[in-house]
């Protein structure tokens, strides 16, 4: 099991350019999560998603940030138009169910840098 | 609003010295916490889960209801035990995370 998977692993982007960040959860895992880490700061929430479906995106910027978690493939956090404060790790977490008990398995993240 | 506290940004102690991360919860209901530990340039790893009571690389922690707190602690510091702490619950279908604490073991 290679456990979650991201890539890439470095971005670097251009303002005004797009950013993908894929992530592809654990096996046997239907939930995946996206965090921001920005230098200096702690992990925030943006978005939860089950296949197909956005469950929660109460920590997602209301413009230009947008995810999804297809039925197949991989979840995809896409930034547009990026900035320079879009400049962060950017982390993907899943699990198997909803209430697990054994918390979320992490990737390595993405680390964005935005020129 | 539910959330976790890590009042230390940074916390330096001496190898061998004891170890206390701090973590102080504000949920009305029963909280699910975890500890989670992130070495320099790597994922974040799950440490602890409150409900298991497990220690893991010498590291407990005990929920008290009374003080709302979870405390990280290790009765002696390695090296190797110098990375980032974050005490995280799951209030809901999502787990949030405190800012973290650094911990730095110097020789």
């Known amino acids: 099991n290679a456990g979650v998977m991201q890539n890439p692993r470095h971005l670097v982007r251009r303002r005004g350019q797009e950013a993908r960040l894929r992530c592809s959860p654990m096996k046997g895992h239907s939930h995946v999560y996206w965090y921001r880490q920005l230098p200096e700061e702690g992990l925030k929430f943006m978005v939860y998603l089950q296949k197909e479906n956005i469950i929660d995106e109460s920590g997602m910027p209301k413009e230009r940030f947008s995810a999804e978690f297809p039925k197949e493939g991989p979840s995809i956090l896409r930034i547009q138009q990026v900035v320079r404060g879009d400049s962060a790790a950017y982390f993907c977490?899943?699990?198997?169910?909803?209430?697990?008990?054994?918390?979320?398995?992490f990737g390595s993240g993405t680390r964005l840098t935005v020129v | 609003a539910q959330r976790v506290t890590q009042p230390e940004k940074l916390l330096s102690v001496f190898k061998g010295a004891p170890v206390e991360l701090k973590c102080n919860y504000s949920y009305s209901g029963s909280p699910e916490l975890f500890w989670y530990v992130q070495y320099s340039r790597q994922r974040l790893q799950l440490l602890l889960r409150h409900i298991s009571r497990e220690s893991i690389k010498g590291f407990t922690a005990d929920l008290n209801k009374g003080e709302t707190s979870f405390h990280l602690k290790k009765p002696f510091a390695q090296e190797e035990d110098s990375a980032m702490y974050y005490c995280a619950h799951r209030p809901g279908s999502k787990l949030t995370f405190g800012t973290g604490t650094r911990l730095q073991v110097t020789l």
């Open positions: 977490a899943s699990s198997p169910s909803e209430g697990t008990l054994s918390g979320y398995t």
